[in-house]
């Protein structure tokens, strides 16, 4: 069977982090390029972490381009509380020569998408550059299968009572894509805030004698801390591999087509991804997801970095 074809932008970021390892080390997929944007830290601080991360999972090969410092229109806005001040606190890594795509990170998307067919575009931040990529030449739109987002929720958001992160941070953006007439996955709180690092689960992955391993575990600390730290949370949701994981196995999450619009406007809803059942259908919205397969294909890819 021939491999799905992606691309993964992406703002790492700890559970970006663990989405890059799982896009490297799949079966399933095939990893075709890889773009950075603002969001949980500047695009410097999420850059070097793509790029770090490529490098230990032994993929500097797969080009990797920056995206946009701003989101569209809004000011940037990143999230250290969480994500510490490189962005990915917790796990240091080896001095890795710096090497990034001479393209911008729009540009690569354009490119990697007309050099292709049937591409699923992932997307696990702000969606800028997708945003930008769709703007600038609109022919790709027949180049992409699927988008595939972690963004948004069906109930109440995490940075305020009606946004969740991706989406606050560039509503417009967001809007772009969801009303591209492209089809669209969405992976929201409502799901990902089921997906906990409990203790069982880093103890269960300290037991995996791998880089892979490793790298989950000391990032994981990190996470939890903050995350329970900041939201009060008992444990860190691992929202990002969300996408990766719906791609790689169908039985994890449960979709339903619903209406999704994006609130753009500069009230206290802004970034709100409001759904219905009863207007026109946009989005297959994931409902319900299976936490114990969830945690099987994870360790089962930590497994495979050595
Ligand atoms: C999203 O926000 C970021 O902090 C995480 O990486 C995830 O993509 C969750 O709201
Ligand atoms: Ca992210």
Known sequence: MSKRKIILDCDPGHDDAIALLLSCYSDELELLAVTTCAGNQTIDKTSKNALNLLNFFNKSNIPLAKGSSTPLVRKIMTCPEIHGESGLDGFTFPLYKEQYDYRKGYQLIIDTLLNNEEVTVVTTGPMTNLALALSHNSRIKNHIKEIVLMGGSTGEGNITKAAEFNILVDPEAA???FTSGIPLRMLGLNVTRQILVTDEVVNEASKIP??????????MKVFNKNQRGFFGLSAGPLHDPA????????????FEDMNVQIDISDTDQ?????????????????TKVNVELYWKEIFKHLRRCK
């Open 270 to 286: 802004a970034g709100k991804t409001i759904c219905s059942y009863n207007e026109p259908h946009n989005v297959k919205v994931a």
């Open 175 to 177: 809007n772009i894509c």
């Open 210 to 219: 791998t880089r892979g391993g490793d790298l989950f575990v000391k990032l």
């Open 243 to 254: 996408t990766i994981v719906s791609l790689i196995n169908k039985d994890v999450f449960t």
